[in-house]
């Protein structure tokens, strides 16, 4: 089992940046893949970043990609996602997940097998 806990959301301008968080806590020791999806209202979840347990191979959104880095702590239970450039199309909850792979990153929400509750970035025009 594991707990993910999100944080960095928040109310920014556009053209502003957040640092978003996510620790994962497991109840064994793991590899596993970690991504960033996000859900604005009305809309479908879409997937925005992840990144491989060791941190060398990342896949990003088209929409993101030049923007946001995704990154992983020394300890490998923390991602980081930092967002530039924010645009209100931006706006939305935004959930990190953990895969238990030792591949690359998928970009498909049905792959990732823990969720965290999410945190609420909004971007006003």
């Known amino acids: 089992q594991a707990q993910l806990v999100e944080s960095g959301g928040g109310l920014v301008q556009a053209g502003g940046s957040l640092r978003l968080s996510c620790t994962a806590s497991?109840?064994?020791?793991?590899?596993?893949?970690m991504g960033w999806f996000r859900q604005a209202p009305g809309k479908e979840r879409e997937f925005v970043a992840a990144i491989s347990w060791s941190g060398d191979s990342t896949r990003y959104a088209d929409s993101v990609k030049g923007r946001f880095t995704i990154s992983r702590g020394n300890a490998r239970n923390t991602v980081y996602l930092q967002m530039n450039s924010l645009k209100p199309e931006d706006t939305a909850v935004y959930c990190c997940?953990?895969?238990?792979?030792?591949?690359?990153?998928?970009?498909?929400?049905?792959?990732?097998?823990?969720w965290g509750q999410g945190t609420q970035v909004t971007v006003s025009s």
């Open positions: 997940a953990v895969d238990f792979t030792r591949g690359p990153p998928s970009t498909l929400g049905p792959e990732y097998d823990y």
């Open positions: 497991l109840r064994t020791l793991s590899i596993y893949a």
